[in-house]
């Protein structure tokens, strides 16, 4: 009997093993049906199957479509049955994604974030009026809020006026402006009750590491 026992490592792999076993057997059979309607049969025996995992899906069409692709794909793309949809694409499944472009960093004022030169590249684009200048103290306020919330500290308009213009390239200059950026402690109230809150938290373990050692 021990003889007899199979280990996982010496079994076949699963294509999609959400399913188990069994499943994937029962696809297997009926690939090796030879007769096209029994083969039709069972196959629509394994989705109705397949749909009593998920009931309250069962009769959506969108998830039908769904079970009827794994149903192929767990067949290695051999089954031949009638499908009420359209049977997927091996080479489009296996096909590669296009790699993706890693962001652009900027370490020197990496606490900004990238988006902040997204922002920045969109703003320069922008025709200057009325509109272009409320998004650019708009942006200068937000690396404001950045560079508070990395450094903990207060800085100077001058300060993000300058990393601003550089940047921009020098196109976005309000080192001259006269209107003040919003103070820091416009940004630092959201961050008042987390700051008390874990304040409170270090000095109540404080108190039981002091009491313990008292002991």
């Not at 290695?76 to 962001?103: A, I, N, T, W």
Request: charged share 30%.
């Amino acid at each position: 009997m021990i003889e007899n026992l199979q280990y996982n490592t010496e079994r076949s792999k699963l294509i999609i093993p959400e399913y188990g076993r069994h499943f994937q057997k029962m696809i297997d059979h009926a690939v090796a049906i030879e007769d096209v309607e029994e083969r039709n049969k069972v196959a629509q025996s394994i989705i109705d199957i397949m749909g009593n995992l998920n009931p309250h899906l069962r009769d959506v069409e969108d998830f039908q479509h769904k079970l009827w692709d794994q149903l192929f794909i767990m067949s290695g793309f051999k089954l031949d049955v009638d499908s009420p949809f359209p049977k997927p694409s091996q080479e489009l499944l296996e096909e590669r994604p296009e790699p993706l472009g890693y962001p652009q960093n900027y370490p020197k004022y990496r606490y900004y974030g990238n988006n902040i030169k997204h922002m920045i590249d969109a703003a320069i684009e922008w025709k200057k009026g009325d509109m272009r200048e409320a998004l650019e103290i708009t942006i200068a306020n937000h690396m404001k809020k950045c560079y508070l919330t990395w450094n903990k500290d207060s800085v100077e308009d001058a300060v993000i006026f300058n990393h601003l213009f550089e940047l921009s390239d020098g196109q976005i200059d309000l080192r001259k402006m006269e209107e003040s950026l919003h103070p820091a402690e416009f940004f630092l109230k959201s961050q008042g009750p987390r700051q008390n809150k874990n304040n409170k938290n270090n000095n109540n373990r404080n108190k039981n590491r002091n009491k313990k050692r008292s002991k």
